[in-house]
């Protein structure tokens, strides 16, 4: 073939939501996407250009050339074909690769890890009825905090890094303070059982990180003033066991529950607003698209150093940081909200508007235990005991790769904070690290003596953490 005769191809750029780039552009066929991203950045004129991912008609990622896509697609060349950018992280997180500390302290199952919004305290839950601190600069044990009188179920870190929250088995939720491993204030009680889940206001809405909500077996959610150490706002409408709670940064709760729906609430007054149904069995877990961005408030991890400092400013300061990061991740459309259940389904909604779902997400053949939005939003992971991964976008719920690797049960994922890797903890005592362009299998980390229930990846990227049945935490690196 001479070079005159080269398959061309009129395409046009538009981004996410739609808005048209420049005017239709003629390229060969063969056109790789470094060569698209050197014309898309030169559209958009920016002073420094961001590394792009490209999707014809929104739908198939240019890997190796336009022409595979086009083929995959079958598409009609002799019009203008949509091309969509995706801007991607600037930074990127290296996978971890091996064990640097084995931790031990805990004389039960480590139940729940996390790490703290900038990635400099580590906290966990263990059955044994305390809350540990790690110090991370030395990997140590740096506090053990003794208030609980039962399994520590789950933890929650506010937004600002200030405070943890835990909720135990005998119903009772403790504040502790990461500097000293003291509590803070006096043990909220009001809750008849166990406490199934805890989230904090969003940092955006109210910088001081006052306001906790809480769920229970015993069927209700309740909202907590931490400051007076007292309960502020009781719901009830869910008739058996709450599973989840999540408050939105528009300012609604969500909340799932064994008698198979979800409930939308406005958090200033407590209405409820809206039941979703949909799902034949227990719903297990919730995810927003927006949760990473709650999650970490004021602080980005692009700019993280190697040693992760609190973040410094004013209260006014960190809101509007707060509120940036958060206005960037949900752009223009309200933030959506992903259901796992006992049904072995996933349903995607657009809770603040409609109770219909967006999409029902059906392919798993056992219970979904976890969903996890990517930082970015726009991819979702949800693990099950099926022992697989499965990997959705995260705006329409369309199925894209299953991740298959564990022999046991998957029990939590975390993404990393480019939104490219995905490490996962399981029952068959290992940690595997996905990419997630490829669908492949990046790291095996073997090195758990039994089941691993709990998996954070620390929001500088630096370090992922893991807990489980063997009483250990340990921190994974480069």
Known sequence: MTSEDVERLLIQFQDEEGEVLGSPFDVPLDISPDKLQLVCNALLQKDEPVPLAFFVRGEAEVVSSLRL?????????????????????????????????????????????????????????????????????????????????????????????????????????????????????????????????????????????????????????????????????????????????????????????????????????????????????????????????????????????????????????????????????????PERLVSGSDDFTLFLWNPAEDKKPLARMTGHSALVNEVLFSPDGRLLASASFDKSIKVWDGRTGKYLISLRGHVGSVYQVAWSADSRLLVSGSSDSTLKVWDIKTGKLNMDLPGHADEVYAVD???DGQRVASGGKDKCLRIWRR
């Open 69 to 333: 896509c086009v083929q995959a697609l079958g598409v009609e060349t002799e019009q203008v074909v949509p091309v969509v950018y995706q801007p991607q992280a600037v930074f990127r997180v290296r996978a971890v690769a091996r064990c640097t500390s084995t931790l031990q302290g805990h004389t039960e199952a480590v139940i729940s890890t996390a790490f703290s919004p900038t990635g400099k305290y580590l906290a966990s839950g263990s059955g044994d009825t305390t809350v540990r601190f790690w110090d991370l600069t030395t990997e140590t044990p740096h506090h053990t905090a003794r208030g609980h009188t039962h399994w520590v179920l789950c933890i929650t870190w506010s937004p600002d890094g200030k405070k943890l929250a835990s909720g135990c088995k005998n119903s009772q939720i403790c504040l502790w303070d990461p500097v000293t491993g003291k509590q803070i204030g006096k043990t909220l009680t009001g809750h008849s059982k166990w406490i199934t889940w805890l989230s904090w206001e969003p940092l955006h809405l109210n910088p001081e990180c006052r306001y906790l909500a809480s769920s229970s077996k015993d069927g209700s959610i309740r909202v907590w003033d931490t400051v007076l150490g007292r309960c502020e706002k009781i719901m009830t409408g869910h008739t058996q066991s709450v599973t989840c709670v999540k408050w939105g940064g528009d300012g609604l709760l969500y909340t799932s529950s064994q008698d198979r729906t979800v409930k939308v609430w406005r958090a200033k007054d407590g209405v409820q607003c809206r039941t979703l149904q949909g799902h034949a069995h227990w719903v297990n877990t919730l995810a927003l698209s927006t949760d990473y961005v709650l999650r970490t408030g004021a602080f980005e991890p692009a700019t993280a150093t190697v040693n992760p400092q609190d973040l410094t400013g004013s209260l006014e300061e960190l809101k509007e940081m707060a509120l940036q990061r958060y206005n960037k991740v949900r752009s223009s459309a």
């Open 457 to 459: 990846w620390s929001p």
